[in-house]
Nanobody, 126 residues
Framework: QLQLVESGGGLVQPGGSLRLACATS????????IGWFRQVPGKEREGVSC????????NYADSVKGRFTISRDNAKKTVYLQMNSLKAEDTAVYYC???????????????????WGQGTQVTVSS
């Protein structure tokens, strides 16, 4: 049974950093992509970043470029989202998701992703 488990969320002051982790288990193929999404109440889920496990290609939302970095540790089957220079508007529940198609690139759209984690809260506040 495939599982994705997020960790690393919490409360941080503006300008601070957090590193989110998405640990995957139960998925035997190497052909997939992982995406990070975030959602605040009353708004649609937003694609923040993604990475192809096939090619290593990455993609970032304009709002996080230069501040967030996505990376992977294949030995640990974990994808990380390093978030620096955090702003109040980064406050959201962050989800990771897995797109099980053969992906040489990745998408920040919700639709290709067929497995989702439970989410982790990130709050940026002084």
């Amino acid at each position: 049974q495939l599982q994705l488990v997020e960790s690393g969320g919490g409360l941080v002051q503006p300008g601070g950093s957090l590193r989110l982790a998405c640990a995957t288990s139960g998925f035997t193929s190497d052909y997939y992509a992982i995406g990070w999404f975030r959602q605040v109440p009353g708004k649609e889920r937003e694609g923040v970043s993604c990475i192809s496990n096939v090619s290593g290609a990455t993609n970032y939302a304009d709002s996080v470029k230069g501040r967030f970095t996505i990376s992977r540790d294949n030995a640990k089957k974990t994808v990380y989202l390093q978030m620096n220079s955090l702003k109040a508007e980064d406050t959201a529940v962050y989800y990771c998701a897995l797109d099980s198609g053969t992906r040489y690139s990745c998408s920040r759209s919700v639709s290709p992703y067929d497995y989702w984690g439970q989410g982790t809260q990130v709050t940026v506040s002084s």
